[in-house]
């Protein structure tokens, strides 16, 4: 069984940062899987953020993070990083964690979610 956990969330203003992890467990090593970063605002359906490969290569955005946010992984610590820059009040979200193949995580149909951290933006 895998198990994913987030953290970092909270309240910030408009133009702060925040860095979200995700601390993954379980049978299939860390290293050898694709970690990804969805969000899920009131209201609406769950959408990609960010994803980057088991290597640590390749990361890719959504076009409404570009510039702003940053995925990075440590496959010594089992944990995915979301660095979240210039915040704005429509990235109010829950984000969730997920892990899984590249295709399948990039499609939003990873193997494993997280339970959520909610992140909420000021203006």
Do not use: H
Request: aromatic content about 12%.
């Amino acid at each position: 069984q895998v198990q994913l956990e987030e953290s970092g969330g909270g309240l910030v203003q408009a133009g702060g940062s925040l860095r979200l992890s995700c601390v993954r467990s379980g049978r299939t090593s860390f290293s050898f899987v694709t970690m990804g970063w969805f969000r899920q605002a009131p209201g609406k359906e769950r959408e990609f953020v960010a994803a980057m490969n088991r290597n640590g290569g390749s990361p890719y955005y959504a076009d409404s993070v570009k510039g702003r946010f940053t995925i990075s992984r440590d496959n010594v610590k089992n944990t995915v990083y979301l660095q979240m820059n210039t915040l704005k009040p429509e990235d109010t979200a829950v984000y969730y964690c997920a892990s899984g193949l590249w295709g399948n995580v990039v499609a939003g149909t990873p193997a494993y979610w997280g339970q959520g951290t909610q992140v909420t933006v000021s203006s």
